[in-house]
């Protein structure tokens, strides 16, 4: 099958392209990221470079430009592909900026697979409005007529393919029914776990961009709450948290939490734990999960993150609500109080993470490209060579 990726950035989209590859199949890398910055990629995959101006100039400068900006950004990358989109069997686009060239590949007879690694955006919308409300911000919405369009992705496309089924369950019935899982965890190298360290300070580790997201209120809350002797909280992010008035607060009356900035090597970081709590309330994976549990880190996570889905609660790391100040605490204290726990979880955790690279060759992302191309082939979605 000749196979298209139509993406503005490189994303996650590194799995999507090599686990084609190794299926047998040609794929050409629609995109405004440069070769030279495609880390990871099989040599196999070629590109084609369609220009997202807006894009470009914010990884350039670091600058945030306006939303309305993005969106603009998104629909011109979008309508660019299209317009330049050569034959093929089969186009993966991502949400938000693949609707024209959906379109156009379906008229070529090929399947359109809308990439979708978070919640419906309706849904999404509406818990972000309400996180920065409780911690007095805003939330950038999107435009009407953006939103519109990304719905329209949706209902176009003759596959969604997503990272959970946390995610799947925010479409409505009729939308569930095209969804396609593939968790967002593939092939990597593995992780050498090293001996844990005693120390004086109890370390605990979050990892996390989005504060919204990633229910940085809730955790912070509750370690205030706690206000464990001898412990300290490291939350690595690039966020602003400073936008965040409540949790701007929160922050200045404790002395024991310390934010991260750029780290060099993840792996340290997750090292230098005692206990790793990702307390999202939005999260479609949540990568950091995997690393963490994978370095041999005794682990908490909420239910709104993908990534519990591939784990056992109670064997393999702690499962929490989301939006539960009382149930991360008591998650906490667990860890905090009880070593044989922590190393219970980080040996199962481990090597549950583990089999998933090394066990009889089957890997969740693979397994889910497989899934996709079937259901392609099995409605005749695709050509014979599907």
């Not at 041999?296 to 702690?318: F, H, Q, W």
Request: proline fraction near 5%; glycine fraction near 8%; hydrophobic fraction near 45%.
């Amino acid at each position: 099958m000749r196979i298209v990726i139509a993406t503005g950035r490189q994303a996650h989209y590194r799995l999507a392209a090599n686990s084609l590859i190794v299926h047998g199949h040609s794929v050409r890398l629609y995109t405004s990221t440069p070769r030279a910055r495609m880390r990871g990629f099989e040599d196999a995959v070629t590109n084609k470079f369609i220009p997202a101006p807006i894009a470009l100039f914010n990884g350039f400068t670091r600058i945030r430009t306006h939303l309305v900006l993005d969106e603009l950004d998104s629909t011109f990358f979008d309508r660019w592909a299209a317009l330049a989109l050569e034959p093929c069997d089969l186009v993966l686009g991502a949400a938000s900026s693949s609707l024209a060239t959906g379109l156009a590949a379906q008229r070529q007879g090929a399947t359109y697979v809308l990439d979708r690694a978070c919640p419906d955006i309706r849904v999404q919308q509406a818990v972000m409005v309400e996180e920065a409300r409780k911690v007095g911000a805003v939330f950038r919405e999107n435009s009407p007529w953006f939103l519109d369009r990304q719905v329209a992705e949706y209902e176009a496309a003759d596959i969604i393919l997503s990272p959970s089924d946390y995610s799947r369950r925010s479409f409505p019935e009729h939308l569930r029914k095209k969804v396609v899982l593939a968790p967002l965890y593939g092939r990597s190298e593995p992780v050498e776990r090293l001996p844990r360290r005693g120390g004086a300070t109890f370390t605990v580790g979050v990892v996390g961009g989005q504060p919204l997201r990633k229910g940085y209120l809730y955790l912070l809350q509750a370690w205030k709450q706690l206000a464990l002797p001898h412990a300290k909280l490291r939350i690595r992010s690039g966020g602003d948290l400073a936008e965040y008035p409540v949790i701007a607060r929160l922050l200045a009356s404790m002395d024991n939490v310390e934010i991260v900035g750029y780290v060099a090597d993840i792996n340290q970081f997750y090292q230098d734990c005692d206990a790793f709590v990702l307390p999202s309330v939005d999260d479609g994976f949540g990568m950091a999960l995997a690393e963490a549990v994978a370095s041999g880190v005794p682990s908490i996570a909420t239910r709104n993150c993908g990534a519990t889905e591939l784990l056992e609660d109670e064997r393999d790391l702690l499962l929490i609500d989301a939006f539960s100040v009382d149930q991360i605490k008591e998650a906490l204290l667990r860890l905090y109080t009880s070593p044989e726990l922590r190393e219970r979880l980080s040996v199962a955790g481990a090597a549950t993470v583990a089999a998933l690279q090394d066990g009889d060759g089957v890997h969740p992302y693979d397994a889910g490209i497989d899934r996709l191309l079937a259901r392609a082939a099995a409605t005749k979605l695709v050509g014979a060579g599907a």
